[in-house]
């Protein structure tokens, strides 16, 4: 009996000294209506450290809506994961996990406008005729100052929500949203009378990356790991399809005239020449 007493114990010593604890993973969400986007962001976060069996229990921290805020508390400590596009200033907060998580599809970006303003933009076909147009954007986003050193005008603003009221009251001429999130953010605002601009798309080299707070690197590695393996084993470019596919579809990507526009603040280190991490133009169509 004594030995069958003591197998047991044995056995489960042994089971005991399997378990792994949870780490505790603090993950920013901004206090503001979500969208299909982010989602998607969370299920590749949970995919990504699942792939590399990085024992995660995630707590969410309500955050405002503010960018560099959000990054702000990143360095210092009060969350572990955000997710935003990349520039030189937010890589020195942050350790940056290099692998773009919209394909580079965050710096394509089509125009949203007021209904009552849809005419004004039928005759444009060069940059030019665009770039003296009233763009709305948020002061701390890093399309700011691209689209301010392309030229661009620009109305930056601090409330994300107001932007699309003003829009609507003539305060602002376009809202150039990603090819990702516009259809969304039409979609939980169909009351106001605004369309996606039908012919044109403007576009600059940038991603959109996971930043880990900079003194947890074993997360930073197991992330970085897990997307990769993703990558490889095609179930990144799964879920990116079952999210974004029809999105993509349904702009026309293919027939809209490009404007060009370049990005001085994008780091060095972003991988461009890793095509199988980017959007390649015969994707979505």
């Not at 394509?108 to 147009?133: D, G, M």
């Not at 003003?166 to 376009?174: K, N, P, S, T």
């Not at 197991?222 to 470019?237: I, V, W």
């Not at 596919?245 to 060009?260: G, I, K, P, W």
Request: proline share 6%.
């Amino acid at each position: 009996m004594m030995k069958n007493i003591l197998a047991v114990m044995a056995l489960m010593g042994a089971f005991n000294s399997l378990i792994v604890h949870a780490t505790v993973v603090k993950v920013a969400q901004e206090q503001r209506v979500l969208y299909q986007r982010d989602d998607y962001l969370a299920k590749i976060l949970i995919q990504a450290l699942k792939t590399v069996q990085y024992p995660a229990e995630f707590q969410y921290i309500d955050v405002h809506p503010h960018q560099q805020r959000t990054l702000l508390m990143l360095s210092q400590g009060k969350v572990d994961i955000h997710w935003s596009m990349t520039s030189s200033a937010r890589e020195q907060l942050a350790i940056p996990i290099r692998v773009p998580l919209f394909k580079g599809l965050i710096g394509w970006r089509v125009l949203l406008i007021s209904e009552a303003r849809a005419a004004q933009f039928l005759p444009i076909n060069t940059p030019e005729q665009l770039k003296p147009l009233r763009a709305l954007q948020g002061h701390d986003w890093p399309d700011t100052k691209i689209l301010t050193q392309n030229g661009y005008a620009v109305m930056p603003h601090v409330n994300y929500e107001s932007m699309f009221g003003l829009l609507v009251r003539g305060r602002g001429d376009y809202f150039p949203r990603s090819v990702i999130e516009v259809q969304s953010e039409l979609a939980v605002r169909e009351s106001l009378p605004l369309m996606i601009e039908p012919h044109l798309i403007l576009k600059y080299p940038t991603a959109f990356y996971f930043f880990v707070n900079q003194d947890k690197p074993e997360l930073a590695l197991a992330l970085e790991k897990g997307l990769l393996m993703m990558h490889q084993n095609g179930e990144f470019n799964r879920i990116f399809e079952q999210y974004f596919a029809d999105f993509l579809s349904q702009l026309n990507l293919a027939s809209r005239l490009v404007f060009e526009l370049e990005n001085t603040n994008l780091p060095d280190t972003t991988p461009l020449m890793r095509k199988e991490l980017w959007f390649q133009p015969n994707e979505g169509q």
